[in-house]
């Protein structure tokens, strides 16, 4: 690669000569006489640059993807051209990335996958009927029969009818309209699609977001993007990262002078805090969104991840339909799944769907007309999504395989968010709050003072240099708690739980010796 | 559905008595009194209103899928409802979507994608080797063997290889770096970005974008979402649509007294307009661009589709690098591909690339960066990229029947783009350049002074009347040449090519007999 770079800047001489001698217009002719003088110096300045580029953009950051993670990727490459390291792989313990962890697929839902892309198959004896009856649906819904037409933008229509037929099971009962419902490209888009219609206004009157903090990263990335202003609320880490509703009034109230507070993110189960929201708590957010005239946004893509046992997970949705009709007919919604987490982890399918509750009808048009833009969400994305909403049911062929997959794959992540917060707490320095649930152990460390003035030096986030350091000693990659936001102070990583249990014994056994060390040497 | 709606309207009594009498917090008690009060009235105003939204958003048009296309679908439900119409069927010309026209996928794509799918079937004895050799490549890339996990937010490392070696053999061996190749989420999400680092200043020195007029509505939509300033210029309908650099000339010149004229956007193949853009053509952009100090997009996604026998396609890349040093070392410049047109037609997997030439290292890493916000494309899309650019070779078992395929269907399109053409020149008043390239029509037609004024009557664009006339009578869906721009007082339509060859006779002919009676109605 380095080669054909080096070739182009050298100028690449083609093997058909040019025509730029042969058909000259005139006003080329000129140019060439001026080109001719040119030709020797040096490249001149680009258009594209830092100082040219848009600004909201330059000021995004996506730390689960950002530095640490470009350094592991080198690190991987001098592992590969045989450099000596006091480890020999890079553990990605940065990104909630289920399969690249060794979690294997879902049967299931890759059967029918392979029945939509291949219709072939479906003469196959070895695939099941309940996977083929599925494919069926779904392709008699696609044009053409073919996963390879454009679907509606919202959709594939009876793939909406399925997630909608979901909320309503998922919600005891509580109806949910598939005219409700977009299929989105993961969670991500259906998130900033949403933000992107809501930002409006200038000055003081800009569009308030507010986000937890610590926070999932693609909220500021996209607050950036849009030049919203970001408003925090922090969650309490001293009670176990919970949400506490006098925290969003005093953040909205400092808010109001100098922006338009509209929209209130709220991440269930918390990313990359892993608390599960309280009924009650839900209801007071809700309340606190009725009164402040909030606009909400539920992130919910972590709904089946759940662990401690006095936990459950309860919709947005649901709640706001049981607080009445005062709240059910006027609470603006949009909550969002996925295909990625969960028990099925289809990252790469990109799939999602959000639920919009009490959206104007004049904005639905707009919604559509937006989305209609990128003409539609992939449609094997969707398919996923169907899966993961219209699973084997008792009675079906593939039901036993299928719960036996799920629940091996929710049970070993219980087991692990269990033995991980046990273990760092074991470790002096660190505290980790427990993994009620999501995916991830986003725990406190000490930093001595001589760190972080060794870090400040380097021009460092005291956590970056953590990371950093912990990367190059033992493999393991993990994203400082700078990326995510936290307590002035303060000192976090996140590390998913997503490596088989005996590797994450490893994994933590590792952290547990690199603090120790690290704590010695900057003691 | 509207059952449901309107049980929600009613307020819904959930089963489960709802906890909000049982735990209140104290807030949510005081309010609770105020809330029986209000809980007769009517819901109270939205958050989210027209008038509150994001304004660049509301600005936003797209007419391939805008009213006329909501149209033809309430046409079709009343069909299924059994109400009687002049037509069985609505035909959707309206958009790009072959497989939804009847085109069959290629089958070697669909056996890759569904052994990546779904690895068992890597032991099947019914899939061809060759297809499992590449489906075996692109799973190794993949983290733990899973299109399941996230790529590379860039794409997938060896797929993006591929799409060097496939450029470099397109354009007759000027090189290409894998590292200036990124997988996209179709087209439109590589132009939408690139297009969003873009844009920068304010009031005058706002970024000025410079589109074809007509152009494809993906370019006017990104342009209103960004607030960035959409500079026209016209294409020579006189001269079969061709783009002459006097015109851009004169667009920059007079784009200058109100913003900062950046970008360049091409289509060649053109869309809606079908051009082939000749070698002097592309020499005098590239020129012109580098003169003017434009950054270049080139948005080539109609690539395989050529069928005029005098008109080749020629990329911007290779023309830059046969132009000598000094363009090829500093024109910047991003030219786009999709799996969704050529002879495969995959629109629904959302699968794309982009190249980019002379971009600043620096703004490399903000690209990446800001991808990474939305983790990755679809990895089925990318590896559907893959089979395009690495398709069988000679001596390979599934060579034969791949390039019967393929010139079927590229063989057919030429078929059609003729017929298209000869049956519309026909027609009194309406009058159709050749179709040299892409897949659509777009004549021009002739609307009588009385329609003209009837469709003011309706507060509707002349074409935009004829076109809904048009659907009402005969059921086929075309889009209004208002919805791409035209010049001022001249009337197009764009029309897809892909129904197969004897449905779109049918189609031709009614058009043909539609516009004769529209002339004559309004004479």
Redesign the interface.
């Known amino acids: ?1 380095q080669r ?2 080096a ?3 050298r ?2 001489r ?3 000569p ?3 001698g042969r ?1 000259q ?1 005139s ?2 002719a000129e ?1 060439s006489a001026v ?1 001719k003088m ?2 020797e110096r040096s ?2 300045e ?5 100082e ?4 909201q ?2 000021a ?3 730390a ?3 530095p640490i993670v470009l350094k592991a990727g080198e690190i991987e490459l001098e592992l590969q051209r045989g450099i000596k390291k006091p480890f020999t792989e890079v553990i990605r313990a940065n ?1 909630g ?7 294997q ?1 879902i049967t299931f839902l ?2 029918v ?2 029945l939509c ?2 219709p072939n ?1 479906l003469d ?1 004896p ?1 695939f099941p009927e309940d996977a083929k009856k599925r494919a069926r649906r779904i392709l008699q819904a ?3 029969n ?6 509606a ?1 919202q959709g594939v229509n009876c793939i909406r009818e399925d997630v909608a037929a979901y909320i309503t099971r998922r919600d ?8 409700n419902i977009y299929l989105t ?2 969670a ?2 259906g998130i ?1 699609t949403i933000l ?5 206004g200038g000055g003081k009157s800009r569009t308030g977001v507010m986000i937890p903090i610590p926070q999932y ?2 909220y500021s ?2 607050i950036s ?1 849009l030049d919203a202003i970001q408003v925090n609320y922090y969650l309490d880490e001293e009670n176990k990262w919970a949400l506490n ?1 006098n925290e969003l009034r005093r953040a909205v109230r400092e808010a109001k002078d100098h922006c338009d507070p ?1 929209v209130l993110c709220i991440i269930n189960p918390g990313n990359p805090t892993g608390q599960v929201q309280s ?2 708590c839900i ?2 957010v809700i ?1 606190f969104a ?2 402040e ?3 909400l946004l539920a992130d919910e893509v972590y709904q089946d991840n759940v662990y401690s046992p006095d936990c459950r997970f309860h919709s947005f949705k ?1 709640v706001l ?6 709240y ?3 609470v ?1 919604l949009a909550s969002f799944h996925s295909t990625s987490k969960g028990y ?7 799939g999602g769907y959000m639920e919009v509750i ?3 009808p ?2 639905k048009g ?1 919604l559509v ?2 989305l ?10 969707q398919a996923a999504m169907d899966i993961v909403v219209n699973p084997p049911v008792p009675g079906e062929e593939s039901f036993e395989q299928f719960i036996k997959e799920k629940e091996s794959v929710l049970g070993n992540l219980a087991k692990k968010a269990k033995l991980t917060e046990d273990l760092f707490n074991q470790v002096p320095g660190i505290h980790c709050n427990p993994l009620q649930g999501a995916m991830y152990a986003f725990p406190r460390i000490f930093i001595p003072a001589k760190a972080v003035e060794t870090a400040q030096a380097h021009k460092m986030a005291p956590d970056m240099f953590y990371c950093m350091k912990l990367l190059e000693e033992t493999g393991i990659c993990v994203v400082p708690g700078s990326g995510f936001g936290q307590r002035e102070g303060t000192y976090h990583f996140r590390m998913t739980i997503l490596p088989p249990v005996e590797k994450l014994k490893t994994v933590l056994q590792k952290v547990k010796d690199f603090h120790i060390k690290f704590l010695d040497k900057y003691a």
């Open positions: 690669m054909t770079v070739l182009v800047r100028g690449y083609p093997r058909v040019g025509p730029w058909s217009s006003a080329a140019a080109l040119r030709s490249p001149r680009r258009i594209l640059t830092l040219s580029m848009n600004p953009v330059k995004v950051e996506y689960v993807r950002g990104i990335d289920a399969h690249a962890m060794g979690q697929p890759r059967q996958m392979a892309t291949y198959l196959s070895n696609c044009g053409g073919s996963l390879g037409s454009y679907s933008s005891g009962g509580v109806p949910a309209d598939p005219d490209t993961g991500s888009d900033s992107k219609i809501l930002v409006s990263p693609l990335a996209v993007e509703v509209k009924r009650k209801e007071d309340h009725w009164e005239k909030l606009f649901k339909y049981e607080m009445g009709p005062e059910s007919n006027n603006e099925m982890g289809e990252c790469g399918y990109r009490n959206l104007h004049e904005i707009q007309k937006l209609s833009v990128r003409l539609c969400p992939p449609v094997s994305g």
